[in-house]
């Protein structure tokens, strides 16, 4: 890896019009933008179009967590006081890692009414990165409850309501445990994934319950020293085999997003050999990374100055990256998390 990589150098201008508020109607309608590595070469063309860039024997890894409703808002049982919850990451039982907002009052010992009284909860503890443990208590089962008070946690710059919460999910969403959605996969449909299949491309399912690093901005102007929050995956041995089987009879890896590029690349011994794994990852991947597994990626458009934007600019050289996007701002492209796709392929 690179000893310095400067923050400011992954600054681009976005117009606020062009950041997707809505999904559109079909999933797969979006726009793809094809960047080849090799001759530097930018195409344009449509979702669907994803199916003539792979080949049969190529292992096509998707990320198959479900996010929760992980946004809840109650009152302090003392004051009534508004206070609003975004659940991380379950550190066990009923204990979970959270971000509050106002964060600064919301103190060890605190208790929190949801819902009527329908869920109730204390803080614990205040960590070091301003996160709160709370423990829950209530009457039943503690998904239901969610399901019925919480919220999809849409990032900030979606303001718009989502009037359904499938949309931020993708159609293969299994393991419940998201604070976010691995966007790159919403626009697949299961049609899709039968054309796709039907091409002899084989589709191994990773998972990885993406937290806190995917609102976390980047504020070191020497990014290496950026502290990435850790997440947790896991990978079944069959799926681990997928994998390892298509590389060695020499298909290529295509990771959808950036999540499932993380979990593959964090579980890959330095010989390019996956394991199957469970556990918690950290990883950066900026500039100088030197990728294990991934030889493709499907991706959105990423924030200015964002660990995404830098794991992309990884894989495909930040010059090249950049212009593509100051490409697809000129030509009108969707961003974020309902916009529109990039593949970065050969």
Not at 83 to 98: Q, V
Not at 163 to 169: G, L
Not at 186 to 202: A, C, M, N
């Amino acid at each position: 890896m690179e000893e310095s990589v400067k923050t400011s150098d992954f600054y681009f201008e976005l117009p606020k019009e062009q950041i997707a508020q809505d999904p559109l109607a079909d999933r797969s309608a979006s726009r793809l933008m094809v960047l080849h590595k090799k001759t530097r070469e930018i195409e344009h063309r449509v979702f669907t179009d994803i199916v003539h860039y792979l080949e049969a024997g190529d292992c096509l890894v998707r990320n198959n967590t479900k996010v929760i409703p992980a946004r809840l808002f109650g009152t302090k049982e003392e004051t009534g006081a508004a206070i609003e919850f975004l659940l991380l990451k379950r550190r066990s039982g009923d204990t979970w890692e959270t971000l509050v907002k106002p964060g600064k009052k919301a103190r060890p010992g605190t208790r929190i009414v949801f819902g009527g009284g329908l869920l109730r909860g204390e803080i614990t503890a205040a960590l070091e990165d301003g996160t709160r443990l709370i423990r829950f208590f209530y009457d039943g089962i503690f998904e239901e409850i969610l399901d019925e008070l919480g919220q999809m946690p849409l990032p900030p710059y979606i303001t718009h309501k989502l009037e359904d919460k499938n949309r931020y999910q993708t159609v293969y969403a299994r393991y419940d445990g998201s604070a976010a959605a691995p966007t790159a996969g919403l626009h697949f449909t299961e049609d899709l994934f039968r054309r796709i299949e039907e091409k002899g491309v084989i589709v191994a399912n990773v998972t990885l319950h993406v937290g806190l690093g995917t609102f976390r901005p980047v504020k070191e102007e020497d990014a290496s020293k950026h502290h990435m929050h850790s997440e947790h995956y896991f990978i079944e041995p069959g799926e681990a085999e997928k994998i390892n089987r298509a590389r060695r009879e020499g298909g290529r890896i295509v990771c959808v997003g950036t999540t499932s590029c993380r979990t593959v690349e964090s579980a890959a011994d330095e010989n390019g050999l996956l394991r199957a794994a469970r556990g918690d990852t950290d990883i950066f991947i900026y500039p100088g990374y030197q990728f294990r597994i991934t030889d493709a990626l499907l991706t959105n458009f990423h924030l200015p100055e964002s660990t995404l934007l830098m794991l992309v600019s990884a894989l495909a050289g930040r010059e090249f990256i950049l212009r593509a996007y100051e490409e697809a701002v000129r030509e009108g492209y969707r961003f974020f998390s309902f916009g529109d796709a990039m593949l970065i392929t050969d």
